[in-house]
């Protein structure tokens, strides 16, 4: 648990055994009915528990409600800072009554969110911006990091709950087991863009990768193994930004929006929903689909006749699987990471060109015994590449190669 949110439970332990009660409810109720995670609980019940220091809104009455509304609109807060009493207000009234306010309290309750601060394509990561991110990640760790959270979508808080045994790779990608806060099981959340080859070498050098209960996102510096919280992402990702030079504000939660954005140009409302953890016909499907200009773009191109090919509709970079080990790579990677095979056809013609030049070399320094360029130019690329690299070593230490070079 955060520590923030166990010292807001402390707190709730020293209140009137009558309040006390309602706000232990009403945890148990964000926790287990809603679904949400314990930084989104703890900002419900902050605010709840301020507005019960202020006016006394426990326990709840329309007049208290009231009175509750007139102090959040009498405070010098910012316009979002006010929205968010409200919106922890209205949550505790649907808590409280099972049904919608009507009347005065209504439209006391309703929360007016400006069109102009709503995220637009332009405020999602670009594809560009994810090359900067990755090329300029301190570490496999972090590679991996925002490369998950930008394929998954899936939010930072469910990310770090996971441990290792919670992903699953496959023939297509990678299946992560997705735990759902304050219940047991967990929800399939598929990935199958570059993060599957990133997730798999920070696995592979994880400080803890024997221990299937270990944190799948885990510290590296300071208390190597342990869980990293949003303190530590956050500075992790603040420093990448500053060393890949981007310049604008470039927080966890981007991420999840972004992938939100690109599939709901190409999935149907439930898988979409299955996908990003809401309940069916939230109100976050309907401003995602609503809110897509490009989903709509499609929609009324069909209406018109005109074809749309679907597998263009979600454009990524997937990853490329080594034709020797089967591992999947970065789609921009030349050789394996695991078993330095070349990945590129155009790269493996321009290495065998470089070999087959240095076979030349050697042949004219007279450094090959007879039949021995024949019999290296039937090798396979594999056994050909091994070959060469102990020769070149051995002339090394010979002080010979520059013999190769006067001939090549």
Known sequence: ?????????????????????????????LLNTENLGERRILFHLLKIRKMQ??????????????????????????????????????????????????????????????RDNRLTDKDMITREEMEKLIESSA?????????????????????????ISDVEFDRY???????????????????????????????????????????????????????????????ALRLTCRRA?????????????????ILSTGLKEIPLENQ????????????????????QDIAVLKAYGIQIDEEEIIEENGPVKCPRCFEPNDGKNVFCWKCGTVLSIAEARKQKEKEMQVIEGMEKAQLL???QKEIMEQLSEEELSKILLGMLRKLKEEGRLKEIADNL
């Open 53 to 114: 220091d202020e006016v006394g809104i426990l326990p709840f009455t329309e007049d208290r409600i009231m009175a509750a509304v007139r102090w959040v609109k009498q405070q010098d807060y910012e316009a979002w800072t006010k929205i968010g009493y409200l919106i922890a207000l209205r949550k505790f009234y649907l808590f409280t009554y099972r049904t919608e306010p009507s009347g005065d309290l209504r439209k006391a309750l309703s929360v007016k969110r400006s």
């Open 173 to 235: 990608g990678a299946i992560l087991h997705v735990p759902i806060t304050g219940k047991t099981g967990y929800r399939k959340v598929r990935i199958i863009g570059n993060s599957v080859a990133y997730l798999r070498e920070w696995m592979n050098v994880h400080p803890r990768r024997t221990d299937e209960k270990a944190p799948l996102f885990c510290r590296i510096e300071q208390h190597t193994g342990e869980k990293m919280d949003y303190s530590n992402t956050y500075k």
């Open 369 to 371: 015994k007879e039949g």
């Open 276 to 295: 990003m953890g809401w309940v069916h016909g939230s109100q976050m499907t309907r401003v995602y689909i609503h809110d897509n200009d490009k989903a």
């Open 139 to 163: 570490n496999q760790r972090d590679k991996a990091l925002w490369s998950v959270l930008y394929d998954s979508g899936i939010r930072h808080g469910e990310l770090m709950d996971m441990v």
């Open 245 to 261: 030079s981007i310049k604008r504000r470039i927080y966890p939660h981007l991420f999840r929006h972004t992938r939100a954005t």
């Open 1 to 29: 648990m955060l520590k923030q949110l166990r010292r807001e439970m402390e707190r709730v332990e020293h209140m009137p055994e009558d309040v006390k009660e309602i706000f232990l409810a009403f945890y148990d109720h």
